[in-house]
């Protein structure tokens, strides 16, 4: 199987998403429970929002997609193989992967996410910090953005300590799959 954009924006509608495997094997997954980020349920610590009303890091959209990606499959263990960038990139052309990024005082990339906006559906695929906060402060101006712009569906995939945190929740799999049938229905712009 070759990676495509084509091919990933199928997976997503069919709730699957991409991984990486030892030696780079690309392989497609599913995931029960399925973790969500609800857009009304977003926790924000009281040190969080200090940082943000401190306006600490300049937070931009899709400015630097390559960068971002690249720093999110930057670590000794990914699941972020060249074959997904590849892809990734090119749905990026497409318009429909897309970056958040946070920049400290110097003008350098401190953290940033990455996902896909289907519908009214925006898949987080990955996220990295190079400072304090930095991908936090992404992941507060991401679930910002989508609830201005109406999207209903936040999907966080697998959960973890972090997105927990943050105030993912984890539900059934033929729930998300109902509710991604129902966002996929939307017209939503996300740039």
């Known amino acids: 199987m ?25 392989g497609l997954y599913r995931s029960d429970p399925r973790a969500v980020l609800e857009l009304d349920a977003l926790h924000v ?7 943000l009303r401190k306006g600490v890091y300049e937070v931009r959209i899709d400015q630097d997609f ?33 970056s958040v990024e946070a920049y400290d005082g110097e003008g350098r990339l401190a953290g940033g996410l990455y996902g896909v906006a289907l519908g009214g559906a925006f898949f987080g695929e990955s996220m990295f910090s190079r ?33 927990e945190r943050m105030g993912a929740v984890e539900i059934p799999e033929a729930e998300f799959m109902r509710r991604l049938s129902e966002a996929l229905r939307l017209d939503r712009a996300f740039a």
């Open 2 to 26: 070759r990676l495509t954009p084509e091919l990933l924006v199928e997976c997503y509608r069919r709730g699957l998403f991409p991984m990486a495997g030892p030696g780079g094997r690309v």
């Open 45 to 51: 610590s009281k040190s969080l929002a200090r940082v």
């Open 66 to 98: 390559e960068a971002v990606i690249r720093a999110c499959a930057d670590r000794e263990e990914t699941w972020i193989s060249e074959e997904i960038i590849r892809a990734f990139l090119g749905l990026h052309r497409r318009g429909l992967a897309h």
């Open 131 to 163: 400072r304090p906060d930095a991908s936090k402060v992404c992941l507060v101006r991401l679930v910002e953005r989508l609830r201005e712009r109406g999207y209903v569906l936040l999907d966080c995939q697998v959960q973890s300590p972090h997105l």
